[in-house]
């Protein structure tokens, strides 16, 4: 599993979540259709704990099943 910003991003803007603005190394996505707002954490292109990469998609409302 991929569980890098850059993936989770492609992820969100593929439902439909566009960028907003960001804030130091935290970006914000808004999906204008279902209302709802997530912040991603971009830092230094690590890849994410597994644990807030699932907890970010589970805010914007995608199943995580998405990436099996």
Do not use: C, W
């Not at 130091?24 to 279902?34: A, E, Q």
Request: aromatic share 8%.
């Amino acid at each position: 599993m991929n569980l890098s910003p850059k993936n989770l991003i492609k992820i969100l803007e593929q439902h439909g979540f566009i960028f907003k603005r960001s804030k130091g190394s935290h970006h914000l996505y808004f999906n204008p259709i279902t209302n709802k707002t997530v912040i991603v954490p971009v830092h230094g292109g690590k890849d994410m704990k597994k644990g807030t990469f699932l907890a970010v998609l589970k805010q914007a409302g995608i199943d995580k099943t998405i990436l099996d």
